[in-house]
DNA sequence: ACCGGCATGTAACGGGTTACATGATTTT
DNA sequence: AAAATCATGTAACCCGTTACATGCCGGT
C-alpha cells in the first residue's frame, strides 16, 4: 500500500491533519502492519488535493506552521474503492532480530539472550497497548485486526519464553553442539 | 539487513552462487523475515567481491550464463560479526491485506471474506513448508526462529479462523451495524 | 507446446527514509 | 534543564523492485 492510499484510508474514517494521519496509523490496531513518515505523508497529501481526492482548511497555530485539517471528497472515496479492489500483495516481515538470532553461533557469548530478551520485551509492550485499544463502536474490519494482531503478538511473546532454552544451552556449552559421540575424549 | 548482509550470512553456513542464496534465503525458515531479489543479490556480491569479503570461482555452464560460486573470506567473517553487533532494527510487517480487512465496510459484498480467505489459505501453505523443513542437525539458532515461525504462522491461521465471523456478520446485514436503537423505525 | 527451473546481469524507475529548518508549550 | 508534543515541509539519498536480455533442459 502507498502512502496516499494509507492517507485515504484514514481520511475515510473522518478528518485529520497530517501529524493525526501518522499517530492514528500508528496507535490503532493496523500499527505494526503499516507504516509512514512525514517525509511520505505531506507530499502524498498534496498529492491527494491536486487530484481532487481531499480538501482541507488551515487553521492558524502560534509559533508553529499552521494546521492543515483534511477531508476525503467523493471521487476520493471512489479511489479509495479502486485501490481496495486490487489483489492483496504478499504479506512481507522484515525481522532484524530474527535474522541476528539465527545466526547467533556469530554472536558474541551471552548477546544472544540479550537481542532474544530485547525482542521479547519489545512484542510485550506492543501487546500491552494493543490490549489497552479502546473499540467501543468500531467496525468489524477493526476489531478483526485487533483479535489477529493480538494473536500475533501473544504468539510471539510466548514462542520466544518456551524456545529460549535452545540458545541459553548453546552458550554453556560452546564446544559440543549435539550427540554423544565426537570429540568425547577422555580429557 | 541490507541484501550484503544476508548474502555474507547464508555464505557464512557454506558456499552458493548468487541463485542459490536467493533460494536457501526463501526456503529456510528465515524465509518470511527476510527477502533479497536477484537485483539486488547480484550487485551486492560484486560488492562484496570487490571489498575482499568473498572470493568466487566460475564454472562453465551450457546454455546459460557461468555459474559463480562464491565463498566467504576471514574478513568477510569479521564484517558479518560486525553487522551482528549493531543494534537490530523493530520488526517491520506490511500486510495489505489486513489493511484492505481493516476498511472492509469499503470492500464490495462479499469481497472482504474472499480476502481473508485467501490470507489463511496463504499462511496455511507457509506452514505446511514450514513444518517439512528438515532441521536435522541445524543449529540452535536455527532451530529457535524456525520455532518462533511456526508458532505466528499457527497463531495467524488460527485467530483468521476464530474471528471469520466478525466479518460475515457484517455482509449479512448491512443496514443495521450494531445496537437496536437508531433507525429502527417502523416500516 | 508451454511453463518452470536453472543462471547471471544491467538499467531505469519508484518510493520511502533521513536530515534539516523552525519554535512554543507542556511534561518529566 | 531537558525532552517530548505539536505541526508542516523540502531535498537529497539510498536501495530495492521491475523489466529486459539470453537460452537450454526437463516435465506436463
New interface residues.
Partial sequence: ?DVKT?CL?VL?RGEASGYEIKKQLEEG??G????AGFGSIYPALNVLGAKGWVTWSEFPQNGRPDKKIYRITESG?QA??RA??RK?????????????????????VG??AD??D??AE?YRRILDHTRQMDLA?A???????H??G???Y???V???E??RH??A??DGEPAM??GKGKSGAVS
Fill in positions: 500500500m494509507l484510508g475515510s490496531p493496523l505494526q502492519f503499516c507504516r472515496r479509495f474503492r481496495l479492489r492483496p500483495a504478499a504479506d512481507r516481515v522484515h525481522s532484524e532480530a530474527l535474522f541476528m538470532i539465527f545466526f547467533s553461533g556469530y554472536l558474541d548477546r544472544a537481542v532474544v530485547g525482542y519489545a463502536g467496525p468489524a474490519g477493526c476489531r478483526f485486526v483479535a489477529v493480538l494473536s500475533i501473544e504468539a510471539i510466548a514462542a520466544v518456551r524456545n535452545l540458545l544451552a548453546e553442539p549435539r
